[in-house]
């Protein structure tokens, strides 16, 4: 007798539970809808990014070991890297990634841009893609190569000028802070990159102070 009359009773509180429940799955299903449309709409943030005109395009070929095409879905930072190898251009070293394409060596290297001795920037990969240059930060920077005359890493002055504006146009167009966004190589993976803002820290915080300063002024 007890069994009879309690379950029509454990019956209705489970359909008014679950009745209950109808609001917050609607909720939680309207949360999550809203969040594809805006991801949809919003597009990659470089995606109708113009260019400077002192930047010349000249996009690698899309391949797995130096442009593998992946969505670059955040901008949160800037990274600025040494090419390492003294004396070679801007060119040279765009070349040598476009050369990675062939994977005979397996070889994963990249970057946004590269800067050049004589302040010539190349993009080798666009603002809305991964570059394979900055190891766990890929996925949210943009990379900058920058050549050198010699083995310290020093940066010419119109190398060095050039960078600084690059960066700061990178940073008002991505709402960056070049105090906090903008890094070294080296701040990522401890590797000595750029060797001699690794090695001249106060040359790194001018560096900075030079982005920041250029920043305000566009």
Aim: aromatic share 10%.
């Amino acid at each position: 007798m007890n069994d009879v009359q309690t379950r029509p009773r454990s019956r209705r509180r489970r359909r008014a539970h679950r009745r209950s429940l109808r609001p917050v799955w609607l909720m939680a299903a309207a949360a999550v809808l809203a969040a594809v449309v805006w991801i949809v709409n919003r597009g990659l943030p470089g995606e109708d990014v113009a260019l400077p005109d002192y930047v010349e395009r000249d996009y690698l070929t899309v391949n797995p070991y130096s442009r593998p095409g992946t969505p670059l879905e955040d901008i949160n930072g800037v990274v600025i890297h040494y090419v390492g190898n003294p004396g070679t251009t801007a060119r040279a070293n765009r070349n040598y990634f476009e050369s990675l394409s062939a994977g005979t060596d397996e070889v994963y290297a990249s970057s946004h841009f590269v800067v050049g001795l004589e302040g010539e920037v190349i993009a080798c990969v666009p603002l809305t893609e991964v570059a394979y240059a900055s190891n766990s930060r890929n996925d949210d920077t943009v990379s900058i190569e920058v050549c050198h005359p010699d083995e310290t890493g020093e940066f010419s002055q119109v190398t060095y000028d050039r960078v600084v504006e690059l960066t700061a146009w990178l940073c008002e167009e991505f709402h960056l802070d070049p105090e906090e966004d903008v890094i070294r190589h080296y701040d990522v993976t401890g590797k000595l990159c750029p060797l001699y803002y690794v090695e001249h820290p106060e040359a790194w915080d001018a560096f900075l102070q030079d982005v920041a300063a250029a920043r305000e002024a566009l």
